[in-house]
């Protein structure tokens, strides 16, 4: 029988206990014996719930517990989580953890401790919730060079857009909506800026290229200042709007950003709707794949770390290799990327003068009930081209174009 103890017993440690219980059997015949959850690390106590008489207030009791092979860490944030894995560690166990900021702030470092020891350090939960990425960049696309990686990385963006898109509602109102069902946090800023997706595409870069991107380094915008007017547009031109998270290799530099992006039909994340997430892969050799799926919630999460306890249980003693170093990859600069976008600006069809010398060939878009502006897309043109065409134009707001399709 392999034991384990889970650090935090909140929606996602409880959904890891829910999880081996209910799928006892069957995961016992795929590891070839139990698994036990034997202590369970909270500050608080749980008196009518079974789970009470696992529960331990004290770090130290699960690691120097030499009956403990493997340890889950749900509890989130960097400390003190990155502590406690790191003592995990350093006792001679295992640790599968779902925290995308450990992960994005120490993945190197704790991969190369368990490597050291013959443990493994596993975070498949990290990145897409139940939606399986981690695994199959490490192992099923490793005969791959990455080009492109892109991906709706967070359910409660991907909600407000939709909601916003499919029924015309302001930003404001949907964010309460998404907040009341559980969605969104009371203080959102983590979804609605990015930096939540922004950490899970340097977690995926960083493993498609195998050295460690910051996730401070990469551009990040969120979409607390999307309106309903842009939605009118998108829907005038045939596109929908999404927070995307993406990273792509090209003339040997790679680049990544997390923004608000206007999309067509043929993309092939446009119809990834509501909580979901959707994550885009494309590789020299294999081409195009699609992961699609629940992106976070208590079951879909808890699934994944528990994929992982498997993987821990059933390779212990083998460390099994995730290439990711502690060399530090330098991103493309992103005044040097090159895409299309979508610009509003104050004025009316005749004042396209101005806009034509500093912008070219535009194609222009009006909408019924929008007055004293308009809006255009431009063509291909760096980041850095823009901003300095974007300073001569009396400019409202502008959202970039990604043009990524199934090939």
Known sequence: MAKIA????????????????????????????????????????????????????NIDDIINDSEIDVVVEVMGGVEPAFTFVKKALEAGK????????????????????????????MFEASVGGGIPIIRP??????????????????????????????????????????????????????????????????????????????FEEIYTEGISNITTQD??????????????????????????????????????????????????VNGNVLGNVMFFGAGAGKLPTASAVVSDVVDCVKHKGTNVMTVWSNKELELGNTEDEVRSFFVRVKGSLDDLTKIKENFGNVKTVTVDGIEGEFGFVTEEMTEKEFAEAAKNIPMISRIRIDKTVFS
């Open 137 to 214: 960049l490490n192992q099923s696309l490793t005969a791959d060079e990455i080009i492109n990686i892109t991906g709706i990385l967070n359910g409660t963006t991907n909600y407000i857009l939709t909601k916003m898109s499919n029924e015309g509602s302001d930003y404001e109102v949907v964010l309460k909506e998404a907040q009341d069902l559980g969605y969104a946090e009371r203080n959102p800023e983590a979804d609605v800026e990015g930096f939540d997706a922004c950490r899970k595409i340097a977690i995926l870069t960083s493993l498609a290229y195998g050295s460690t991107v910051h």
């Open 94 to 121: 295992s640790v599968c953890t779902s925290n995308k900021a450990l992960v994005a702030a120490h993945g190197p470092q704790l991969l190369a401790m368990a490597k050291e020891r013959k443990l493994n350090f």
């Open 231 to 280: 939605f009118k547009y998108a829907q005038k031109l045939g596109y929908v709007v999404k927070l995307l998270a993406t990273s792509y290799k090209k003339d040997g530099k790679v680049y990544a950003m997390t923004a608000p992006f206007m999309i067509e039909s043929s993309h092939p994340l446009y119809n990834v709707n509501d909580v979901l997430n959707g994550i885009y």
């Open 6 to 57: 889970v650090l935090g017993y909140g929606t996602v440690g409880s959904g890891v206990v829910e999880v081996l219980s209910t799928n006892h059997d069957s995961i016992s015949k795929r590891v070839g014996q139990e698994i036990e959850v034997k202590s369970v690390l909270d500050i608080r106590d749980f008196p009518d719930d079974p789970i009470q008489e696992k529960i331990v207030h």
